[in-house]
């Protein structure tokens, strides 16, 4: 047998190494990148985890197919990283037993176990047999000619390369190099709590079913849950489980697909919920701010309160109304710092406050002017009287003390968006866009059918006449917000931009209907 140190120099060449990556396309996408380590691959963008996990496979299939075999005067490749895939740091100490790479040289490849990376390696049948989680591909042909043709004259204990042929010093018997170890059977898949049979045929079917219980159970380990690939999994599920039903005759086969694809519908319509898509939606999906559809509904409740509860007149009070109930909508109190009032766009927010005061909507534990000034290391504990939980414990509202962040935070999101800040929009413009964000079908266009939303709807919510109401609109446009409006005596229609649909919270068509009912 061939034998090597791992930290010895050799004059054969480095094996060749290939390395496909799967990476996210960019923050609220469902779309991957696959990339490759030779500079000649072009990076390639898939719309799936599942896609793209698909084309980085056959990628690297192409590399091994294009390489045949591995080269039988290549050394290792993982030793240009002193095997570290393979050998711990204490074996690599300088008093250790050093690594001896030997055997045949092989094609091996290694993967990630969350499929993120694949790797394929030319290596010595040791490496390979030493690194976690290797299949060797293919192997170098064992050469032929007599054994006894390559003497040997390097001194005991000296590391022997099968590419040298030293000087011969006459015949002398050279022992035949050892064959590599004969593969250790392949263990049976495992899927659904079922054993894969070696034997099944098709083969493809077999290899199918083999690799989709290795996804389930690397998404099982996955940090978060990624509904779109947990039901394109369950559909891949329900197709083989069908195929191996009418394979083997087996009934109960055939009821677990039955089962994969009533899993797949449910997961496929979670997912078109949270992405507020509906079933018949043409949209793409969006990674939305507030993405459970019971929170789209418990913002436009806030917003119906506070058209018909805000104390005072005017658009500059009814948008710093809405955000202080969003900051006391539990129990009545919050807490409140100077920045959250000073960044609304108002006119005179300190005559604001003192109005509120005064009239009693508010109640303050200092002066307005003490108010505008916290800082949040340190701030303000606020009181609306009016938001205070009555005896049974029910109040206004129906969310809870965990919802409650969420939908401020929305809110905080739209009214200090860059954009708007740039722009110097007023405090109407900043409630027409937290206004138009509520009122929405999946893919941004205003209202749920063609006509758009009612004019009396907008003038009920934003306390404007419909001729400010215009200039509100191209306020919005010039901010990237809006695209297409158009405005008439009845209707506003339009779209919101790509850009702010994650803050959008859909109207769903069932609530549309109970709302028409």
Known sequence: ????????????????????????????????????????????????AAAGRAAAVEHLKSHLRAVAEPRAGAYCACRAESCRTHLSPADRQPGGQPWRCGGAVVLAVVGDRQGRWWQAMECCARCAAATPGAKVVTTTPVPSGPAGDRPS?????????????????????????????APHPRPHGRIAQRIVPHELRPTPLRDELTALGDQFRAYQKQPEPDLALLADLHERKARAFTTWAEVTGDTTLRREAQRAEQAAAAARSQHLQRTGLGADADGPAVSRVLNVPAQWEHVRSVL?????????????????????????????????????????????????????????????PGTAEELLAARPESPIAVTVPSLALHEDGSGPFAFGRKTRPRLSGWAQKIVSDKKLRKAGATAGTRLLALTLATHTDGSGRLGTDDRGIALGTLTTAIPVDPGALRQLLDQLTAAAWLTEATLTDTHLTGHLTERVLPLTCPIRQTEEADRAG
């Open 1 to 48: 047998m061939t034998e090597a140190t791992a930290s010895e120099p050799d004059e054969r060449v480095l094996g060749r190494r290939w390395t496909v990556r799967l990476d996210p396309a960019g923050r609220g996408s469902t779309a991957v990148r696959v990339s490759c380590s030779r500079p000649a691959c072009a990076e390639q963008r898939l719309p799936s």
């Open 153 to 181: 004259t390097a001194p005991a204990g000296a590391p022997r390369f099968s590419d040298t042929t030293p000087p011969s010093a006459g015949p002398r018997g050279v022992p035949a190099p050892r064959s590599s170890p």
């Open 304 to 364: 119906t309160y506070v058209a018909e509860h805000s104390p005072l007149p005017g658009p500059d009070a009814r948008l710093l109304v809405l955000m202080l109930t969003l900051r006391t909508a539990h129990g009545g109190t919050g807490n409140v710092v100077g920045q959250d009032i000073t960044a609304l766009g108002l006119t005179e927010p300190p005559d604001l406050v003192e109005e509120l005061i005064d009239c009693g909507w508010l109640v303050v």
